[in-house]
């Protein structure tokens, strides 16, 4: 049995917390974790505090950086939206990490 979602309106978490409880529900779910991300509306993202600017490129730069921390020891990340330098653990159980 495999656990999951419909979609995760990525662009309203921050990516790092984002992949850190993910990463934690695969390790508990022994890898049985799969992943579904999408944009959501502008409109209703700007209700959140999610400028419909960028949106795109937020998105983008979101999962690039959660597969970076599920991936690599140390995290360097510097994009548009995000500029990061950290390390996470743990890290998935699914190599290189969840479907998504």
Same mark, same amino acid.
């Given at each position: 049995m495999?656990? %999951? $979602?419909?979609v995760f309106?990525?662009v309203?978490?921050?990516?790092l917390?984002?992949a850190k409880?993910?990463?934690? !529900?695969? /390790? !508990?779910s022994?890898g049985?974790?799969e992943v579904g &991300? %999408?944009?959501?509306?502008?409109?209703a993202l700007?209700s959140? %505090?999610?400028?419909g600017?960028g !949106?795109?490129t937020? &998105?983008?730069?979101g999962?690039e !950086?959660?597969k970076? $921390?599920?991936?690599?020891?140390?995290?360097?990340? /510097? %994009?548009r939206? &995000?500029?990061?330098?950290?390390?996470m653990e743990p890290?998935?159980y699914?190599?290189?990490?969840?479907?998504i």
């Amino acid at each position: 049995m495999r656990i %999951g $979602c419909a979609v995760f309106v990525s662009v309203q978490h921050q990516p790092l917390q984002l992949a850190k409880s993910l990463s934690t !529900l695969d /390790q !508990l779910s022994r890898g049985r974790l799969e992943v579904g &991300f %999408g944009l959501g509306g502008r409109r209703a993202l700007e209700s959140f %505090g999610v400028p419909g600017e960028g !949106l795109v490129t937020r &998105f983008t730069e979101g999962i690039e !950086l959660m597969k970076a $921390c599920w991936t690599e020891q140390k995290v360097s990340f /510097q %994009g548009r939206f &995000f500029q990061v330098e950290a390390a996470m653990e743990p890290k998935t159980y699914q190599k290189p990490h969840p479907p998504i």
